[in-house]
């Protein structure tokens, strides 16, 4: 039989945690999860996947000679689609690809760019508003909430047509039309 921990003891074990370590990744992946909202594990892992091949690719693109036409053409063509996806802010150097993090790619799920643009006070609301069909982007409603939204899709988010919290923006707003009712 073992005995019952001592005061001083129980007081240095409250301060230790086994479950998780420092250099443990389910910290981090955690924290991510738990600030972007994201529900399934396999979508951090398969960001942490992309970031791990886009630095992979940046380390072998700076690599090759600075003046091999190969290396700017893929390095302006990379460049081009991490901006256009909303990853990078500007599409100037490789290094800003090396910083790349599962966060920029959380940043970019439709829920988080619902708040951006002040549809919906948190990620969790705005979670449950693309769930229930209330979002569409472009022409098609979205109910899937890791949707990752480009930067030239952003504009392109609004309410669906039929969306009882649409209704209830345009009557706040005193712009409900009767052909809407329709």
């Known amino acids: 039989m073992v005995r019952a921990f001592k005061h001083?003891?129980?007081?240095?074990?409250?301060?230790?945690?086994?479950?998780?370590?420092?250099?443990?990744?389910?910290?981090?992946?955690?924290?991510?999860?738990?600030?972007?909202?994201?529900?399934r594990r396999e979508d951090y892992i398969k960001y942490n996947q992309i970031c791990g091949q886009i630095r992979k690719l940046t380390n072998r693109l700076a690599m090759l000679d600075p003046k091999d036409p190969l290396r700017s053409k893929m390095t302006d063509a990379m460049l081009d689609?991490?901006?256009?996806?909303g990853l990078i802010t500007a599409a100037k150097s490789l290094s800003q690809?090396?910083?790349?993090?599962?966060?920029?790619?959380?940043?970019?799920?439709?829920?988080?760019?619902?708040?951006?643009?002040?549809?919906?006070?948190?990620?969790k609301q705005a979670?449950?508003?693309?769930?229930?069909?209330?979002?569409?982007v472009g022409p098609q409603?979205?109910?899937?909430?890791?949707?990752?939204?480009?930067?030239?899709?952003?504009?392109?988010?609004t309410w669906?047509?039929?969306?009882?919290i649409?209704?209830?923006i345009m009557k706040y707003n005193d712009k409900l039309d009767d052909f809407d009712l329709l």
């Open 8 to 39: 001083h003891e129980q007081k240095l074990l409250k301060k230790v945690d086994f479950v998780n370590y420092k250099s443990d990744p389910s910290l981090r992946e955690n924290a991510v999860m738990r600030r972007y909202h994201i529900q």
């Open 81 to 85: 689609k991490l901006y256009r996806m």
């Open 97 to 123: 690809c090396e910083k790349i993090t599962v966060s920029a790619f959380c940043r970019r799920r439709l829920p988080v760019v619902m708040v951006r643009l002040k549809m919906a006070e948190t990620i």
């Open 127 to 136: 979670v449950i508003y693309v769930e229930q069909g209330h979002i569409r």
């Open 141 to 157: 409603a979205v109910t899937d909430p890791a949707y990752l939204v480009s930067r030239n899709l952003e504009d392109f988010v």
């Open 160 to 164: 669906v047509d039929t969306s009882k």
């Open 166 to 168: 649409k209704r209830k």
